[in-house]
């Protein structure tokens, strides 16, 4: 197929999420002069902070750049783990047993926070908790799944077992992985939908968002701080920055920890019946063990797949990408050939220099940054879980909230070096499929 005849006649340059929800400006408000706390970045996790903090009677503003929703939290492929991504290293030292366990365990209740708040709130957003198929690329990434089942099962309650090769078809329409794991509990929901209840219930109890206000200032006055935009500044008793991929140059503290990540996603055509109903047999979301990862799933309806990778490590355009994903995706389902895309876009994830999600306080700032890919749960519950500390509301601390926060001499927030990673990690996954 030539490839610009990979394109159907209505596509668009957008995330196919946004069919059901766009993020639109909200109604003009003026700045309050003061809030008890500030929250820069309207995405899951400024909006879960907000949401708890109203709970505690603790008087919140949220401020975002661009529209709320504008980052990841609209255009993920809402695909929902509680543990399964939380210490996966690609280039950092892996993680102990001992060290994992805590971790694992927050990673599991993110994914209870998340499933009593859609429930409880009922919002409306084709949650599915239909597992979760992990394809090992390589013979010897199927060893390393079958080493982790337990791991997961003892820490994140994961429900997780090992599909070897033979039995791969009973998860996925595709033979191109050596076998692989499933996880149980693992869910999916429609991204911009999650978020718009989010929205919609911060609207419903009174929060102040503001959109098209970005955070150009932060200065330390008093215990607390001024927090300036170009519509004025307030003051704010504590201020948590919940900017992720987007995070600029007002935090440059943080902008040097934090490594933004294109991520890329396509959704196809509406597909037959027959061949959507064979991809994913037990409609479990899928992703893959390589470090050039692709991620996918059927769409909330069950036509369209939509299939995600990182399918370029610099920053570029969805469009570009979208032939290489269109490959990536033929590669794990040749029964899709001639299938065209109806949708492609990008976002940001953000990458921490030791490849775990963190939250705290530092330089007098609370944040919750790094969702290493796997935000949707994580991001909300570290939002969440920051109100907490703000409240003194916690009785242990969250596993997530680690005394360092690592940054590297060399790193200022330039990313010119992510086509380099690319290029290396291409070549380990070819070797370790050449030589398995
Ligand atoms: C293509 C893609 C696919 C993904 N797929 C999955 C998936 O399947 N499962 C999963 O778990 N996770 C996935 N993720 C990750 C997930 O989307 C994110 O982790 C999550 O949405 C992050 O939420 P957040 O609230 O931390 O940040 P975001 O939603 O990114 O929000 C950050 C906000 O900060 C604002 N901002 C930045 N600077 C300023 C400033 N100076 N002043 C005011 N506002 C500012 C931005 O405008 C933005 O709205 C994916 C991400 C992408 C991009």
């Not at 939509?306 to 355009?317: M, N, Q, V, Y």
Request: charged residues 25%.
């Amino acid at each position: 197929m030539p490839q610009t005849e990979i394109f159907a006649k209505d596509f668009k340059a957008r995330p196919f999420w946004w069919e059901a929800h766009e993020p639109k400006p909200l109604a003009e408000r003026a700045l309050p002069r003061e809030a008890r706390v500030a929250i820069v970045g309207a995405g899951y996790a400024g909006l879960c902070a907000a949401l708890e903090l109203n709970r505690q009677k603790i008087d919140c503003v949220v401020l975002d750049a661009n529209e709320p929703g504008f980052g990841g939290s609209t255009r993920n492929g809402g695909m929902v783990s509680g543990g399964v991504n939380v210490g996966k290293r690609y280039l950092a030292r892996a993680l102990s047993e001992e060290e994992s366990a805590p971790l694992l365990a927050d990673a599991a209740d993110a994914f209870t926070l998340i499933e009593d708040l859609i429930a409880r709130e009922k919002i409306d957003c084709a949650w599915k908790k239909d597992g979760y198929f992990v394809g090992a690329w390589a013979k010897s990434h199927y060893d390393s799944l079958a080493k982790k089942v337990d791991l997961l099962n003892r820490h994140a309650q994961s429900d997780a077992y090992i599909v070897p090769r033979e039995r791969q078809r009973e998860e996925i329409g595709s033979d191109y992985y050596r076998g692989g794991m499933v996880i149980r509990r693992a869910a999916q929901l429609h991204p911009a939908l999650y978020f718009k209840g989010l929205l919609d219930l911060c609207q419903a109890r009174g929060i102040a968002i503001l959109s098209k206000t970005p955070v150009t200032g932060l200065t330390p006055a008093g215990s607390g701080w001024t927090v300036t935009t170009p519509r004025g500044s307030l003051t704010a008793g504590d201020v948590i920055i919940a900017t992720n991929g987007y995070t600029g140059d007002v935090t440059p503290q943080f902008k040097r920890r934090v490594v933004p990540i294109g991520s890329y996603i396509i959704a196809t055509e509406e597909l037959s019946p027959d061949i959507a109903r064979g991809l994913s047999p037990k409609n479990r979301t899928i992703a893959d063990t390589r470090r050039v990862l692709t991620y996918y799933r059927m769409s909330p309806d069950g036509k369209r797949l939509i299939f995600g990778g990182r399918a370029k490590f610099g920053h570029t355009d969805p469009v570009e990408t979208a032939h290489i994903l269109h490959r990536f995706m033929l590669d794990r389902f040749p029964q899709l050939a001639g299938t065209r895309i109806t949708h492609a876009w990008t976002g940001n994830v953000a990458f921490t220099l030791d490849e775990l999600p963190h939250m705290g306080k530092f330089e007098n700032l609370h944040f919750a940054l790094g969702c290493n890919g796997s935000g949707v749960s994580m991001m909300s519950y570290l939002g969440h879980q920051t109100a907490r500390k703000i409240a003194g509301r916690v009785n242990s601390v969250c596993a997530f909230d680690r005394p360092e926060f690592p940054s590297h001499p060399l790193y200022t927030g330039s990313t010119w070096f992510l086509p380099l990673i690319g290029r290396y990690f291409r070549t380990r996954d070819w070797l370790d499929r050449r030589f398995e």
